[in-house]
């Protein structure tokens, strides 16, 4: 790409720049010279510099040239008057990129912190999936801020985490947003979760969000997630953006969100610069995972049903406690307890499907399966030998989608409070 501009213009765009020694001056190439050597923020060309000779080379016209690879789109900004501001990010496996930064003056306080949050981006994301492919990342200011193209952010410090997670999708997994938009603006809310939290310094709050999701079902605006975003109508925001990160919760529910991070960093290598569909996604998830989610793919992208799980009733007899699981969503989930006893009595005895949480706690799963001959109740039969039971939880992390959560607690004294959603 050229692009033909006055003399003290300054151009940025998508790929990188071949030809600095005709459009830049002699200064500004040194202070280039020096971007990848640490983490400051350098000034390329101040405010104070302007125009020809000053801001970039002399001369009545200059033509930039910009190559780029592997690319989907092409975006660039001029200004007569940009602030050129340059830091680093340093790639895991590959080594040091530039983040480039050209701003309006008088717009420096929207950009104080600009480099810090994209290089955490770049680096966070590089980690969480599969290493930034290309060979810089640039954020220009402008009457549009909060759109993403390839190796480009039309962006201020305020929107850096997201903008610059787009450059995994759809820059680097060519997935379409318009059709399906779960897989782009939806990815990335997930990740913006992650990645704040490690911002930070704190564990990603993952609990809870699938279950907020039945206070949501049934609401006849909301369209299913496979629907194109053209039809999106007044709940588009839900259905394109917030709507994942509470399906990749229950997912985390099922799985572990240690698993579903790991098959999609697979998936993104997978598919890195390629077109996958909805259903390539869910095939590789499902190899990924090592089993056949389809039951959960079905609800979460082509309906708006939950889960409502309750604890229908408990009774004891000799060591063995019969639980009785009540479904009353379409969407079926595994069943998972977590079973509080006494602090004293017999031995606590591990039965082959659980696990102890803490010396009190053992939490107890049984896969969806119970669900697929068609009933509505389950019976969870617990034999851990005989210590005395305080209180049990269904979906202790609050996972699954569920209007009415004061329902899935049962207690030996008769509280009903609600689940801590905690993992
Ligand atoms: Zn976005």
Same mark, same amino acid.
């Given at each position: 790409?050229?692009?033909?501009?006055?003399?003290?213009?300054?151009?940025?765009?998508?790929?990188?720049?071949?030809?600095?020694?005709?459009?830049?001056?002699?200064?500004?190439?040194?202070?280039?010279?020096?971007?990848?050597?640490?983490?400051?923020?350098?000034?390329?060309?101040?405010?104070d510099e302007v125009?020809?000779?000053?801001?970039?080379?002399?001369?009545?016209?200059?033509?930039?040239?910009?190559?780029?690879?592997?690319?989907?789109?092409?975006?660039?900004?001029?200004?007569?008057?940009?602030?050129?501001?340059?830091?680093?990010?340093?790639?895991?496996?590959?080594?040091?990129?530039?983040?480039?930064?050209?701003?309006?003056?008088?717009?420096?306080?929207r950009f104080e912190?600009?480099?810090?949050?994209?290089?955490?981006?770049? &680096?966070?994301?590089?980690?969480?999936?599969? @290493?930034?492919? %290309?060979? !810089?990342?640039?954020?220009?200011?402008?009457?549009?801020?909060?759109?993403?193209?390839?190796?480009?952010?039309?962006?201020?410090?305020?929107?850096?985490?997201?903008?610059?997670?787009?450059?995994?999708?759809?820059?680097?997994? /060519?997935?379409?947003?318009?059709?399906?938009?779960?897989?782009?603006?939806?990815?990335?809310?997930?990740?913006?979760?992650?990645? /704040?939290?490690?911002?930070? #310094?704190?564990e990603p709050v993952?609990?809870?969000?699938? !279950?907020?999701?039945?206070?949501?079902?049934?609401?006849?605006? &909301?369209? @299913?997630? *496979?629907?194109?975003?053209?039809?999106?109508?007044? *709940?588009?925001?839900?259905?394109?953006?917030?709507?994942? @990160?509470? *399906?990749?919760? *229950?997912?985390?529910?099922?799985?572990?969100?240690?698993?579903? !991070?790991?098959?999609?960093?697979?998936?993104?290598? +997978?598919?890195?610069?390629?077109?996958?569909?909805?259903?390539? %996604?869910?095939?590789?998830?499902?190899?990924?995972?090592?089993?056949?989610? #389809?039951?959960?793919?079905?609800?979460?992208?082509?309906?708006? &049903?939950?889960?409502?799980?309750?604890?229908?009733?408990?009774?004891?007899?000799?060591?063995?406690?019969?639980?009785?699981?009540? !479904?009353?969503?379409?969407?079926?989930?595994?069943?998972?307890?977590?079973?509080?006893?006494?602090?004293?009595? @017999?031995?606590?005895?591990?039965?082959?499907?659980?696990?102890?949480?803490?010396?009190?706690?053992?939490?107890?799963?049984?896969?969806?399966?119970?669900?697929?001959?068609?009933?509505?109740? %389950?019976?969870?039969?617990?034999?851990? /030998?005989?210590?005395?039971? &305080?209180?049990?939880?269904?979906?202790? /992390?609050?996972?699954?989608?569920?209007?009415?959560?004061?329902?899935?607690?049962?207690?030996?004294?008769?509280?009903?409070?609600?689940? +801590?959603?905690?993992?």
């Amino acid at each position: 790409m050229r692009i033909d501009v006055p003399a003290g213009w300054i151009v940025s765009g998508t790929g990188v720049l071949q030809n600095p020694e005709e459009v830049l001056t002699s200064t500004a190439r040194e202070r280039l010279s020096r971007v990848l050597d640490s983490d400051a923020t350098i000034t390329i060309v101040g405010a104070d510099e302007v125009g020809a000779g000053r801001s970039t080379a002399a001369g009545d016209r200059l033509v930039w040239h910009f190559v780029a690879e592997q690319v989907n789109d092409f975006a660039w900004a001029t200004a007569e008057n940009f602030v050129w501001e340059a830091t680093r990010a340093t790639i895991p496996g590959k080594g040091p990129v530039p983040i480039h930064m050209v701003y309006l003056p008088g717009r420096a306080n929207r950009f104080e912190r600009a480099a810090e949050l994209t290089r955490h981006a770049l &680096e966070f994301y590089s980690e969480l999936w599969a @290493p930034y492919p %290309f060979p !810089q990342l640039t954020l220009q200011d402008g009457p549009s801020a909060g759109m993403e193209y390839p190796m480009v952010i039309n962006s201020n410090q305020g929107a850096a985490d997201h903008e610059t997670a787009h450059q995994w999708w759809p820059m680097m997994v /060519g997935t379409n947003e318009t059709w399906y938009g779960w897989m782009d603006e939806g990815f990335n809310q997930y990740m913006n979760i992650l990645s /704040g939290a490690d911002l930070r #310094g704190v564990e990603p709050v993952l609990d809870g969000r699938g !279950q907020s999701y039945g206070n949501i079902s049934g609401n006849e605006a &909301e369209p @299913p997630m *496979m629907w194109a975003a053209n039809y999106g109508g007044s *709940m588009y925001g839900f259905q394109t953006y917030s709507k994942t @990160p509470l *399906m990749l919760s *229950m997912l985390g529910g099922v799985v572990g969100d240690a698993e579903v !991070q790991r098959a999609i960093s697979e998936y993104t290598h +997978a598919w890195a610069f390629k077109h996958p569909s909805p259903w390539d %996604f869910v095939f590789f998830m499902d190899n990924a995972l090592g089993q056949d989610l #389809g039951w959960f793919w079905y609800y979460w992208l082509w309906t708006t &049903e939950s889960v409502d799980g309750s604890i229908a009733d408990v009774t004891t007899s000799g060591t063995v406690t019969t639980v009785t699981v009540r !479904q009353d969503g379409q969407m079926p989930s595994p069943v998972v307890l977590d079973i509080l006893f006494a602090p004293d009595g @017999p031995p606590i005895r591990p039965m082959s499907n659980s696990e102890m949480v803490d010396d009190v706690t053992a939490r107890v799963t049984w896969p969806v399966d119970v669900w697929f001959s068609g009933s509505r109740t %389950f019976q969870a039969r617990l034999d851990f /030998g005989g210590r005395r039971i &305080e209180r049990i939880t269904f979906d202790p /992390g609050c996972r699954f989608p569920d209007r009415n959560p004061s329902d899935n607690v049962w207690s030996a004294d008769g509280r009903t409070d609600r689940a +801590a959603c905690t993992r």
